[in-house]
């Protein structure tokens, strides 16, 4: 298969969007006709995670069909499935494969890390080939670098296949400071571990000149993004932290590269819950904010073209 | 349910050993008995993910018979199940729930770490009171800390519902040092986030004075347990790394608080495939491995008493 950074700077050009749907399904916040069409019993009534996972299923196919001409990718959160046990793995097996069929390129947000052979079989649970697993119908993952290059082996061994990675660098929640800002050295922790990617992803560019390992940094605060675009020039950016949690476009531009490249961003609930507290059809509602996200993200990105 | 702490501290006691057996099945050295019994196909055949959860159920299970009379507790290692889609899921819980019944307790080893609605998702997942979900049958689980207090706080507030926590601090990999040994303020960051651990843990100690939320330090260098002990005076360490890792016990003193309290100690290999190039029952050489291991190891725990 191609390398994972040609193919995501290609499918952006291509759709003229850099928007990614995170499906970060709660079973609360469904449509009420999907919930009354697959019948869920109360929390903890035999057969309620066979139900949830297939109510969640039903919601997330009509999010993917919803999304599709307006983003780049989903990024399927595996919590949120594996709350439903095994029934929630094999519902997010099928919705990756259903995103997969729509055209959509597929970033499992998993967030590992493990050491030696636990980290091989989570790349090729993740990232492999076995039919049956998430392998086949997953394009990227995204690591922990807490255990170092060691635990990431495995998985850079995966983008020479087309695969890709995305590393945890700076998170957009509010403790993330606690680990990821401590100072080595006179600088944030987190830029340490940027110039470690750096490193790790040196011999995996694609043809376009793009870096497949690439890095998860939130958007929240500006500087911070531009601080860790100079220690990587070349990868990929996954950006959460718009929409729902707070951050607005204007505030992406830092994390470009000329010419509009090597960013994606996340919004999930602000596309997903788009119907909430609104009439008319779910489907259309959510459709629209994911047209109004890629708008408002392509306002950004093309300022930078 | 009562302190997790206080029900670890306790199963030593009862039992006379720290010993955790860890799951790490790896399909290629299971007994051949076993494959044969189960008929596993190739890899990538149709039905090969099935037979292979088939056949590493049925020999969990033998190695759990084998070792509940030695061992305190087991640890299924998430990924190795994973390996497997959602058959492995069910071949997870099942072999929780199995090791449960023989009296063990069960730390599932997940090294999870993600933010806000995902935290308690993967929480409720794995330490909740979901039926098919791992939560009913796991007592405790590993975390990874680098996203800070908030990724966290799902899962400290299930120690309340006696439920214990191993937070990853130092691990035993080689490539553990490219981040947890950066300098911070003078000392190594590992330690830096042990303080946090004790931070994060002071509402939660059981009545015997011990700490369910734990951490994991690798048995790499003795001079880092006393440091990281000296943090964390209260805390259970979870150690990997004896065994087929190349710890010895006799480096395990350190670890321990006075007593011979606080430490639980991780054998997978050694133990799980201790019939490899051996003859006669498979079962038979497990026991007497996990036999053995809980001798080296109490002969340490003892001199600490």
Redesign the interface.
């Known amino acids: 298969m191609q390398n994972f950074a040609d193919r995501l700077d290609q499918a952006i050009e291509k759709k003229s969007s850099c928007l990614v749907v995170g499906l970060?399904p709660?079973l609360e916040r469904l449509p009420g006709e999907v919930l009354a069409e697959v019948g869920v019993p109360a929390?903890?009534e035999?057969g309620?995670?066979?139900r949830a996972a297939s109510a969640t299923g039903l919601f997330l196919r009509g999010v993917i069909d919803s999304v599709a001409p307006h983003a780049v990718a989903v990024k399927p959160?595996a919590?949120?499935f594996?709350?439903?046990?095994?029934?929630?793995?094999?519902c997010l097996?099928e919705v990756s494969e259903h995103a997969a069929k729509q055209g959509l390129l597929v970033i499992c947000?998993a967030?590992?890390?493990?050491?030696?052979?636990?980290?091989a079989?989570?790349a090729?649970?993740?990232l492999g080939?076995?039919?049956?697993?998430?392998g086949p119908v997953t394009d990227a993952v995204t690591l922990?670098?807490?255990?170092?290059?060691?635990?990431l082996r495995p998985f850079l061994d995966k983008c020479s296949t087309g695969k890709g990675l995305f590393i945890?660098v700076r998170?957009?929640?509010?403790?993330?400071?606690?680990?990821?800002e401590?100072?080595?050295?006179g600088e944030p922790?987190y830029l340490?571990?940027a110039r470690?990617v750096g490193k790790w992803g040196e011999d995996f560019r694609g043809e376009g000149g793009l870096n497949p390992v690439g890095v998860v940094v939130g958007a929240t605060a500006p500087g911070q993004a531009a601080a860790v675009r100079k220690e990587l020039p070349e990868a990929f950016f996954l950006v959460p932290g718009y929409g729902a949690q707070g951050g607005g476009a204007e505030e992406l531009a830092p994390f470009f590269i000329e010419g509009g490249k090597g960013v994606v961003v996340n919004s999930s609930r602000s596309v997903l819950y788009a119907f909430d507290g609104h009439g008319g059809d779910w489907r259309a509602a959510v459709a629209e904010a994911a047209s109004r996200a890629r708008e408002d993200l392509e306002a950004v990105r093309s300022s930078r073209v």
Chains 1, 2 share one sequence.
Not at 129 to 134: A, W
Not at 171 to 180: F, L
């Open positions: 970060d709660v929390q903890g035999p309620w995670t066979a959160n919590g949120f594996e709350r439903f046990g095994a029934v929630g793995m094999d097996r947000d967030k590992r890390g493990d050491i030696g052979h636990t980290a079989a989570y090729e649970s993740i080939e076995t039919p049956d697993t998430l922990n670098p807490y255990l170092g290059e060691d635990s945890l998170t957009s929640n509010p403790s993330g400071s606690d680990i990821q401590l100072q080595v050295d922790l340490k571990v470690l």
